[in-house]
């Protein structure tokens, strides 16, 4: 699934080509593609076409385009979906589940593509901070210059889980997925199952900022990129899986210590890790 580097280069794409323009109509291919919109692709299109594109803003994994002052247009990516600025006359994707034309036609239309139908399109109300009312709820993410690191000290200390679980948990720190939260960790030296509890205002503080630098780096070269589901707006893919320290690398040296990298199940998914550079945490003495 895309993490905050990755959306935030789609991010940055749409608003080369999408911000400042007027909406001429909106064409729904997949129902699945607008299921969060719940009044139906007609009121779907009858309420984009005139709209005015006046911005694209993301927060976490969630993009949306304001559209005035009191609603925008929310787009959740899932495990497949791509939003592609393509001219008018380009063949459709096979996959293409909404297309959103604009009055300037020669500046290209929208498209949004999703194989496995997860993400989706949807309307919804601005709430007084300017987000979609339904992601209200959704934490700042570690690039956001006002994320507040503090704060984000005192919620790990007091929600005693686990130091993985935290950084995934959109309630506390957004954008951070499973790819970046194993790069992260390697790169702070903490197991995956290291109790927050245990934290010092310090190692947040050296975690969050690892956080960031990985993050930073992938959106230099795209994001990562491991096969033709994730694209930017161009249909380009990222580059920074050549890059990753542990990710997707079992069995491959470490490339610190030279330990051969552990994988092991973790909640549905995959955690990647030196078991000499990240050591697994003691059980308290009862």
Not at 260 to 277: D, H
Request: hydrophobic share 40%; net charge positive.
């Amino acid at each position: 699934m895309p993490e905050l580097p990755e959306v935030e280069v789609v991010r940055r794409g749409l608003a080369r080509w999408i911000g400042g323009r007027t909406v001429a109509g909106a064409e729904v291919l997949h129902p699945r593609a607008i299921r969060r919109h719940v009044a139906g692709a007609g009121d779907f299109a009858d309420r984009l076409r005139g709209t005015a594109v006046t911005d694209v803003r993301r927060r976490g994994k969630y993009l949306w385009l304001p559209l005035g002052d009191e609603f925008a247009l929310l787009a959740h990516l899932g495990m497949s979906g791509q939003l592609l600025v393509q001219p008018e006359r380009t063949p459709d994707e096979k996959h293409l589940r909404i297309r959103i034309t604009f009055t300037d036609l020669a500046r290209g239309e929208l498209r949004f593509v999703d194989q496995r139908t997860f993400g989706g399109l949807s309307l919804h109300p601005l709430d007084p901070a300017g987000l979609p009312d339904v992601i209200s709820h959704i934490a700042r993410d570690p690039l956001d210059e006002d994320f507040d690191e503090d704060a984000f000290h005192v919620a790990l200390r007091r929600r005693r889980t686990t130091v993985k679980r935290a950084l995934l948990d959109q309630s506390l720190i957004s954008g951070v997925g499973n790819i970046y939260a194993d790069e992260a960790l390697w790169r702070a030296r903490l197991h995956y199952e290291r109790p927050t509890a245990g934290l010092s205002r310090r190692g947040t503080a050296e975690l969050v900022t690892h956080v960031r630098e990985v993050m930073t780096a992938a959106l230099a070269v795209g994001g990562t990129s491991f096969d033709s589901l994730y694209v930017n707006v161009n249909g380009e893919s990222g580059y920074f899986s050549r890059a990753l320290d542990v990710y997707g690398r079992e069995g491959e040296p470490c490339r610190r210590c030279g330990t051969a990298v552990r994988r092991r199940p973790w909640m549905n998914r995959s955690s990647y890790f030196c078991p000499r550079c990240q050591r697994v945490p003691r059980l308290p003495v009862r």
